[in-house]
């Protein structure tokens, strides 16, 4: 038995499709991954998390971020930042990009973001961290979401002190990380923290951390009462970890595999242009031809050719079949119907 993850539930009167959310990853959530998780069974979507000091400057590649394509929704664009004045005013700027959710992040543990005041480092902050959500939930009618660590400290239990005065704030969902920021990814998540935040607030809560499996996303919901479940690494490259999630479990064929990942690598080559889609993408040839699907050398051959023609032309040469595959699913997907905002410089549509 067990939850039903095909439920449909609401955040802040947003309705979410499934209890499976695709995490944010900074260098991962690009268009492409989010289209392709909500094609296989995400019911929320998130970009990786956007500067609020780059959306204030106007900063081409920051902005880039904003791009919301017509069949991602619902999604939500999660913003990083300390100051609840910009914070509110990169809220309404995701608002008018077309996204349905605003998510804050409180959970970056990187000393980049950390030393800044932003991320993770605002647990440590309640008052502060309670008037950025107060700040942005004023300055936008979409409802405001936040993500956050345990705390800052290992064996921290400050999630349960700022969770409540952020949802006093105006936060209509909290997602909850449960490893402090210290940690990083090392141990394990411990997901009785997740539970015992379920029990303290009165919005949906979403586990977030080493959801791999339908067996694990099952036994996270059915202990914590958690209402939706978040999958960030496991679906790295892997598209069908999702559908297994959802419970279908399928063993991709060479081609479905080689087809996925040339669609993926046309998408963010539209987005990001060839040139920084180039080097962005030699992460996810590991990623999807890894787990022994294809033998090391091929992946590493990938690595070093220099344009991505010579990549796909090796792809289609390694699976013949996957072209006609390839042509199935751009069909089924059609064009991208992006929303522009006036705001945006001309040339990040031009070349994408
Ligand atoms: C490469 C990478 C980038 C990440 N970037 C973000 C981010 O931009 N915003 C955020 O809230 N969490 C970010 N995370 C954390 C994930 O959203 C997620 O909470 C974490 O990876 C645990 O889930 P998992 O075990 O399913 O990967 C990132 C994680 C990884 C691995």
């Given at each position: 038995?067990?939850?039903?993850?095909?439920?449909?539930?609401?955040?802040g009167g947003?309705?979410i499709?499934?209890?499976?959310v695709l995490?944010p990853m900074?260098?991962v959530?690009?268009?492409?991954?989010?289209?392709?998780?909500?094609r296989y069974?995400?019911?929320?979507?998130?970009?990786e998390?956007?500067?609020v000091?780059?959306?204030?400057h106007?900063?081409e590649?920051?902005?880039?971020?904003?791009r919301?394509?017509?069949?991602e929704h619902?999604?939500a664009i999660?913003?990083?930042?300390?100051?609840?004045?910009?914070?509110?005013e990169?809220a309404?700027m995701?608002?008018?990009a077309?996204?349905?959710?605003v998510?804050?992040n409180?959970?970056?543990?990187?000393?980049?973001?950390?030393?800044?005041?932003?991320?993770?480092?605002?647990?440590?902050?309640?008052?502060?961290?309670?008037?950025i959500?107060g700040?942005?939930?004023?300055?936008?009618a979409?409802?405001?979401?936040?993500?956050?660590r345990?705390?800052?400290?290992?064996?921290?239990r400050?999630?349960?002190?700022?969770?409540?005065?952020l949802?006093?704030?105006g936060?209509a969902?909290?997602t909850?990380?449960?490893?402090?920021?210290k940690?990083?990814?090392?141990?394990?998540?411990?997901?009785t923290?997740?539970?015992?935040?379920?029990?303290?607030?009165?919005?949906?809560v979403?586990?977030?951390?080493d959801?791999?499996?339908r067996?694990?996303?099952?036994?996270?919901?059915?202990?914590?009462g958690a209402?939706?479940?978040?999958?960030g690494r496991a679906?790295?490259?892997?598209?069908?970890?999702?559908?297994?999630?959802?419970?279908?479990p399928c063993?991709?064929?060479?081609?479905?595999?080689v087809?996925?990942?040339?669609?993926?690598?046309?998408e963010?080559?539209?987005?990001?242009?060839?040139?920084?889609?180039?080097g962005?993408?030699k992460k996810?040839y590991g990623?999807?031809?890894g787990r022994?699907?294809f033998?090391?050398?091929?992946?590493?051959?990938?690595?070093?050719?220099?344009?991505?023609?010579e990549?796909?032309?090796?792809?289609?040469?390694?699976?013949?079949?996957a072209?006609?595959?390839?042509?199935r699913l751009e069909?089924?997907?059609?064009?991208?119907?992006?929303?522009?905002?006036d705001?945006?410089?001309?040339?990040?549509?031009?070349?994408?």
């Amino acid at each position: 038995m067990g939850v039903d993850l095909r439920e449909t539930w609401t955040l802040g009167g947003v309705e979410i499709p499934s209890r499976l959310v695709l995490a944010p990853m900074a260098g991962v959530s690009v268009q492409a991954f989010r289209r392709q998780g909500r094609r296989y069974g995400a019911g929320l979507v998130c970009s990786e998390m956007v500067s609020v000091a780059g959306i204030q400057h106007r900063n081409e590649r920051t902005l880039g971020y904003l791009r919301v394509a017509a069949d991602e929704h619902p999604l939500a664009i999660q913003i990083f930042g300390s100051d609840p004045a910009a914070m509110a005013e990169a809220a309404r700027m995701v608002e008018a990009a077309g996204a349905d959710i605003v998510d804050i992040n409180f959970g970056c543990p990187v000393k980049k973001v950390t030393k800044t005041g932003a991320g993770a480092s605002l647990l440590d902050d309640p008052d502060q961290a309670a008037r950025i959500v107060g700040a942005v939930a004023g300055a936008t009618a979409l409802p405001v979401s936040v993500k956050m660590r345990r705390g800052t400290a290992d064996g921290s239990r400050d999630f349960l002190v700022v969770g409540p005065r952020l949802v006093e704030a105006g936060a209509a969902s909290l997602t909850l990380h449960p490893r402090s920021a210290k940690q990083m990814y090392t141990g394990q998540a411990d997901h009785t923290l997740t539970a015992e935040l379920v029990a303290a607030v009165d919005v949906p809560v979403i586990a977030s951390g080493d959801i791999t499996s339908r067996a694990r996303a099952q036994a996270v919901l059915a202990t914590t009462g958690a209402t939706a479940v978040m999958v960030g690494r496991a679906a790295q490259g892997d598209p069908w970890a999702l559908r297994e999630i959802m419970g279908e479990p399928c063993d991709p064929s060479r081609e479905e595999i080689v087809a996925e990942l040339l669609l993926f690598i046309r998408e963010t080559v539209r987005e990001l242009g060839e040139f920084r889609a180039t080097g962005f993408l030699k992460k996810f040839y590991g990623w999807y031809l890894g787990r022994g699907r294809f033998p090391k050398p091929f992946k590493q051959e990938l690595v070093t050719l220099k344009t991505i023609d010579e990549v796909e032309l090796r792809l289609l040469a390694a699976a013949p079949g996957a072209a006609e595959v390839l042509e199935r699913l751009e069909a089924d997907l059609g064009p991208v119907d992006e929303i522009v905002l006036d705001s945006l410089p001309i040339s990040l549509y031009g070349g994408g």
